[in-house]
T-cell receptor
Framework: SQQGEEDPQALSIQEGENATMNCSYK?????LQWYRQNSGRGLVHLIL?????REKHSGRLRVTLDTSKKSSSLLITASRAADTASYFC???????????FGIGTKLQVIP | EAGVAQSPRYKIIEKRQSVAFWCNPI?????LYWYQQILGQGPKLLIQ????????DSQLPKDRFSAERLKGVDSTLKIQPAKLEDSAVYLC?????????????FGDGTRLSIL
C-alpha cells in the first residue's frame, strides 16, 4: 500500500516559475523525504525533514511539514528545464522505519 | 563514492520462466531495499534487509519471489515463475542505518518485460 499521495499528479510550468507539490499521508512518521526521478533512472534523494521540523531549505528547494494535517509540500523556485522529472514523497515510520512512497508528481518545465 | 550497482539493466523473459536480479549497495550501508515500480506508479517496497536479516517482507509475494543478502553485502532478488503482472522496474536502494532516518541511494534499476 502507498501511504503518501502527491498532488497534483502532473504539473506543467514555464521555466523561471515556481513549482509546488503537495504530499498527504495517513499515519505518524519519523521523517519525510522527497526524491526526484528522471525518466529511466533511479530515484535521487533531495531533502529529508524530521517530524519535529517545520521547514527546511536546500538551494532552490523548500520543504514544509505540518504533522497536525499530515501533509508536506515541496517548492522549487525559479524552475529550470532540467527540473523536469517525477517527484515522490516518502514517509518513514517509527520503529524500524518502514518506508512508503507516494504515487508521484510528474513535473514538466517548458523552456 | 561508487553508487548502488544493479544488473542486468534490462531483461525480457516469457511468463513462467525464472529471472534473477543482482544488487551491490554502497560500501558500509547496512540497510538494503528492493522495490518494484510499475509504470506510472511510485516504488513499492518488496523487502528490506538490515545487514543480512530481513526487517520487512510484508509485500513480497513469497510464492514466487525470493531474496537473499549474502554476508550482509550483495543481494539477489529472484522471481520464479514470472507472471505478466511482474513487468516493472526493480529498484535496489541502500542506506546507512540511523535512528533519525537516513536518505536512500538508488541504483538505476532493472527493467523487466514479461512476454
Amino acid at each position: 500500500s502507498q501511504q503518501g499521495e502527491e498532488d497534483p499528479q502532473a504539473l506543467s510550468i514555464q521555466e523561471g516559475e515556481n513549482a509546488t507539490m503537495n504530499c498527504s499521508y495517513k499515519t505518524s512518521i519519523n521523517n519525510l523525504q522527497w526524491y526526484r526521478q528522471n525518466s529511466g533512472r533511479g530515484l535521487v534523494h533531495l531533502i529529508l525533514i524530521r517530524s519535529n521540523e517545520r521547514e527546511k531549505h536546500s538551494g532552490r528547494l523548500r520543504v514544509t511539514l505540518d504533522t497536525s494535517k499530515k501533509s508536506s509540500s515541496l517548492l522549487i523556485t525559479a524552475s529550470r528545464a532540467a527540473d523536469t522529472a517525477s517527484y515522490f514523497c516518502a514517509t518513514v515510520g517509527r520503529g524500524y522505519q518502514k518506508v512508503t512512497f507516494g504515487i508521484g508528481t510528474k513535473l514538466q518545465v517548458i523552456p | 563514492e561508487a553508487g548502488v550497482a544493479q544488473s542486468p539493466r534490462y531483461k525480457i523473459i516469457e511468463k513462467r520462466q525464472s529471472v534473477a536480479f543482482w544488487c551491490n549497495p554502497i560500501s558500509g550501508h547496512a540497510t538494503l531495499y528492493w522495490y518494484q515500480q510499475i509504470l506510472g506508479q511510485g516504488p513499492k517496497l518488496l523487502i528490506q534487509f538490515q545487514n543480512n536479516g530481513v526487517v520487512d517482507d510484508s509485500q513480497l509475494p513469497k510464492d514466487r519471489f525470493s531474496a537473499e543478502r549474502l554476508k550482509g553485502v550483495d543481494s539477489t532478488l529472484k522471481i520464479q515463475p514470472a507472471k505478466l503482472e511482474d513487468s516493472a522496474v526493480y529498484l535496489c536502494a541502500s542506506s546507512l542505518y540511523g535512528r533519525e532516518g537516513q536518505p536512500q541511494h538508488f541504483g538505476d534499476g532493472t527493467r523487466l518485460s514479461i512476454l
